[in-house]
């Protein structure tokens, strides 16, 4: 079942826009053919720049005149990084236009058929994009920074531990960074990290699986003594989704906040940050979202913490780390002293964006404004549930297992797959050579077919080339 | 005749002497003839002018379509283009679409860029050589402000007996926020934690005596000093090396924000022993609206020491996030914080790969160069253009004052003119006619900044006319 909310206006379901459903899947090569010529959604790929197999295997930019191959490569990798919109070029040389052409004036001027705003409202233009993906207001969303520095930011506002309410909850396989952040806070407040960072464990080893209930039994245990829960919404080793707007509730019924990381999740899965409640929230953008590598985050801030009250000072906002880009924008150039922040999650903001990165990210909004998360997570589940039945349909499906949940609802584009150690070392290099790229940690395979650029044929591809590569490596 | 052929004294105990210009020098012929010797006179075709015809336009223009430049003296609020940018970005955008997640480890051996995992680190080395530090002391990370609020949390480390922060009386409002906002979030009182030294009534120069003086006085409730190493407003350049000795010798750590430093002035932030720094790159170092920040820590904070326990390194606390940690480390995503040593142990999310490309772009220029060859021209073309607005006035008929210290010493490329009230709008409208732009600080100051690498005496000469004929019709 795919998650809705009664905020969001879905016209489209799964019957009118996709001529598939999961139970009329085959693994015969033209059934991927057909999919991919019914696609709906089909026009998106034509938007992105799609890396050859010669080139993803390239140790040089330029590649040889004789080179006969430039078949796309089969990329089941934007959970890492996702690929190059044709438009970024574009935009990007329409910026340094800017830049060239007007100095310092870029920051004010708004210039005529310009398909970008002046660098001063870039970063609201583009926070207002996002804020569709999300489910936010726009107000809520800020697009600034990066995902740790953001949190760093983030839970100097609502980590405000005391003694004897100090603790933070976290899951065990949290990715690292958050993990090292979660722990450098507790440290600057002077808490003992052993005692003050509680953790959730999977259920199981293997698949790395989450039980909502043991996260509410956690809380409900630690309740008086938590002083914030992070969490993943799409935890980016199992591929697994966490059920946020079910835990937000259960926190918020024992007065504890929660923030989430949303790194897997934005432009994965659909989101309702506002009307689920969620406290707050930091992304990066070069995931899902396609803006490139390192590229801006951004956070949300749900509108209940954004409000401004001028006549008290400051006591008049919540508490935060400031910086001049988090004035009110009115007056944010009259330089001076006094710290008066904008309303929302733009008063959170530090420091003047890479207006060069803001352009990449709107460059990719736009290509997401072409359509809907609702429509792409359709596409998604039909996509990920497909590279599932292929491979449990393989002879040689005992040498991997996987990890993610059958479930749609449990999962998003990821699937992780654990192997033994020696045959996964194995298998890469030969998914390589055949310009299959996928994510590889330790013993386990990471394969992202993303909705807006990967095809039927790329999945199928890929499963024929892992049975050959593992048929090689049989023992 | 100011001679730029003589030794030009790089070492620090060698004064400046302040160059001083013939009865000739108010012509545009001797302009010329200073133009024809200057010995950065080619660097100025690797920049993007705009012409006069481009910043009174209202549409985007592809640039040099007009020949007839403007007058651009506001490098010291934006930095111009360097045309390698493109090139550059060009690069990084076929590396992205190329090999796409492979970039984080790949180099492609036509590419002056390392990968993407290595270049923060490549960008690092060669700013080193432009604030004096070792290449381990410098991180390429962030934005200034973010870049603060992450070093004050390493170094301002309050006790109820050593709280307060001496600060400029200006500083530019982000570091006011930013420093407010760290007291606050330590639960201390700002107005009584924040010390302002400024300079005496009715002046504008800081002198060094008063900040000793001041820090003398509060040295036992202090816990940090922060100055700007060069002052935005009325661009003194302080003595970051006597400042950061004396407030060493009285046992308080002292950081440096060098926005207006970097790129204009040599600096030696290891021999002077300064403990921390922060930076941007959008202004003397030319990298782009936004443009990735920068920090410097000096090594002996940087240490990170597993002497005691192989398992729990000894490091200076810091809020951290994966990209602190070792190259190794780093991707595999163990729950054990293991700093780099040096500034970069101090990195915490992934860098943006096109704000380094850019940045990297930029760099290839002073990489041309050296800071000691870009003050020369500096000195002397700001020298020229003090002369050229003092010259042929009676001191009692001024219009203006520059508010700037006139000891070359003191100062790095900008002087700062604070015209008598009411004359603002009337210089400001003539320079915009003539293509000139200069930035204005309202109610009375305007700050010109001919930059050695793209600026040449003749523009300093028009600039002169232009300021004659202003406050002539003024009068």
């Known amino acids: ?475 | 005749m100011g001679s730029i052929e003589q030794e030009f004294p790089i070492r620090e105990n060698v004064k400046i002497t302040k160059p001083s210009f013939p009865s000739e020098a108010n012509t545009i012929e001797y302009a010329k003839s200073l133009d024809a010797k200057d010995h950065l006179r080619y660097f100025r075709e690797q920049f993007i002018i705009p012409s006069k015809a481009n910043i009174k336009a209202t549409k985007v223009e592809k640039p040099g379509v007009s020949n007839e430049p403007c007058i651009y003296f506001c490098g010291n609020s934006l930095g111009l283009q360097p045309k390698a940018i493109r090139e550059y970005l060009n690069i990084h955008l076929d590396t992205w679409s190329s090999i796409g997640v492979h970039g984080h480890f790949r180099r492609l051996s036509d590419s002056p860029m390392s990968q993407w995992q290595l270049l923060a680190e490549h960008a690092s080395k060669q700013v080193a050589p432009i604030v004096g530090a070792l290449p381990e002391e410098v991180a390429t990370m962030g934005t200034l402000t973010m870049n603060l609020h992450l070093l004050m949390a390493s170094f301002y480390m309050p006790t109820p007996e050593k709280k307060k922060i001496i600060l400029d009386w200006k500083a530019f409002p982000s570091d006011h926020f930013a420093i407010e906002s760290q007291i606050r979030h330590h639960g201390y009182d700002p107005e009584e934690c924040m010390i302002l030294v400024g300079p005496d009534e009715g002046e504008y120069e800081v002198s060094t005596e008063k900040i000793l003086s001041v820090i003398d006085e509060h040295a036992d409730t202090t816990a940090l000093v922060l100055l700007p190493g060069l002052q935005y407003y009325t661009g003194q350049f302080f003595d970051i090396k006597t400042i950061t000795a004396h407030a060493q010798s009285k046992g308080l750590l002292i950081g440096w924000d060098l926005a207006h430093a970097v790129g204009n002035v040599p600096l030696q932030l290891h021999d002077w022993n300064a403990d921390f720094a922060v930076w941007c790159t959008y202004k003397y170092m030319n990298a782009g609206p936004g443009s990735i920040g920068g920090l410097y820590v000096h090594e002996r904070h940087g240490k990170v020491d597993y002497s005691q326990d192989e398992n729990k390194p000894v490091f200076r606390h810091r809020l951290a996030g994966w990209y602190g940690g070792d190259q190794v480390g780093r991707m595999n995503m163990e729950n054990k914080f293991r700093p780099s040593p040096g500034a970069s142990g101090f990195q915490v999310s992934t860098t943006s790969a096109s704000d380094l490309a850019s940045l990297c772009g930029a760099l290839s220029v002073f990489n041309q160069t050296s800071m000691s060859a870009i003050r020369k021209k500096s000195v002397h073309l700001t020298a020229y253009l003090e002369h050229l607005l003092l010259s042929d006035t009676e001191s009692s008929t001024h219009a203006f004052q520059i508010i700037t210290p006139s000891n070359p010493e003191a100062r790095g490329t900008q002087l700062s003119v604070k015209l008598k009230p009411g004359r603002l709008d009337t210089l400001s409208d003539m320079l915009e006619e003539a293509g000139i732009v200069a930035d204005k600080r309202r109610p009375d100051v305007i700050r010109v900044a001919p930059v050695p690498l793209y600026n040449t005496y003749e523009e300093a000469w028009n600039f002169g006319q232009i300021f004659k004929a202003a406050l002539a019709k003024c009068e």
């Open chain 1, 1 to 475: 079942m795919a998650m809705h909310s009664e905020g969001i206006t879905d016209e489209i379901t799964n019957n009118e826009l996709f001529q598939v459903s999961t139970s009329s899947y085959s693994n015969e090569r033209e059934f991927a053919q057909l999919q991919d010529e019914k696609d709906p959604l089909s026009y998106l790929r034509e938007k992105f720049q799609l890396p050859s197999r010669v080139s993803l295997n390239s140790s040089t930019l330029s590649l040889p005149a004789t080179s006969q191959d430039h078949d796309p490569g089969i990329y089941l990798c934007g959970n890492q990084i996702g690929l190059l919109p044709l438009q970024t070029p574009i935009l990007i040389n329409e910026y340094l236009r800017t830049w060239a052409t007007q100095g310092m004036y870029g920051l004010g001027k708004k210039m005529k058929d310009s398909p970008l705003p002046s660098w001063g409202e870039i970063d609201r233009v583009a926070a207002e994009l996002m804020a569709k993906i999300v489910g936010a207001h726009p107000q809520e969303v800020s697009v600034m920074g990066n995902l740790t520095t953001n949190l760093h930011l983030l839970m100097a506002s609502f980590y405000k531990p005391s003694v004897g309410r100090s603790k933070i909850i976290v899951e065990r396989e949290t990715f690292s960074s958050d993990y090292y952040a979660i722990q450098s806070q507790v440290q600057w407040h002077a808490f003992n990290v052993a005692e003050n960072m509680i953790f959730i464990e999977p259920r199981c080893d293997r698949t790395l699986s989450i039980s909502t209930s043991d996260i509410f039994s956690i809380i409900e245990t630690n309740a008086s003594s938590v002083a914030l829960v992070i969490l993943s919404g799409v935890q980016y080793l199992s591929g697994q989704v966490l059920e946020i707007e079910r835990i937000t509730t259960f926190a918020h019924s024992r007065g504890i906040l929660v923030g989430w990381d949303l790194a897997h999740a934005v432009g994965n899965i659909e989101l309702n940050l506002h009307d689920w409640n969620v406290d707050f929230a930091v992304w990066c953008n070069y995931k899902y979202m396609n803006a490139g590598p390192g590229a801006i985050g951004s956070i949300f801030v749900h509108e209940k913490y954004g409000h401004v009250d001028k006549t008290m000072g400051m006591d008049g906002y919540r508490p935060r780390l400031a910086g001049w880009w988090g004035n009110d924008v009115q007056n944010r150039f009259e330089m001076k002293n006094s710290f008066e922040p904008a309303i929302g999650a733009t008063g959170y903001q530090v420091s003047n964006p890479s207006i060069l990165d803001t352009v990449a990210l709107i460059s990719s909004l736009r290509v997401f404004n072409l359509t809907s998360m609702s429509a792409l997570r359709q596409k998604s589940a039909l996509l990920t549930g497909y590279l599932e039945y292929l491979l449990l349909q393989m002879p040689t499906c005992h040498l991997f297992e996987l990890m993610t949940s059958p479930n749609e609802s449990e999962r998003g584009a990821q699937l992780s797959l654990r192997f033994e150690q020696q045959v996964l070392d194995g298998v890469m290099p030969k998914l390589r050579q055949n310009g299959i790229v996928v994510a590889q940690k330790k013993n386990i395979m990471r394969v992202a077919p993303v909705p807006m650029y990967n095809t039927f044929m790329d999945i199928w591809k890929f499963v024929e080339g892992l049975r050959n590569a593992l048929s090689a490596s049989k023992l």
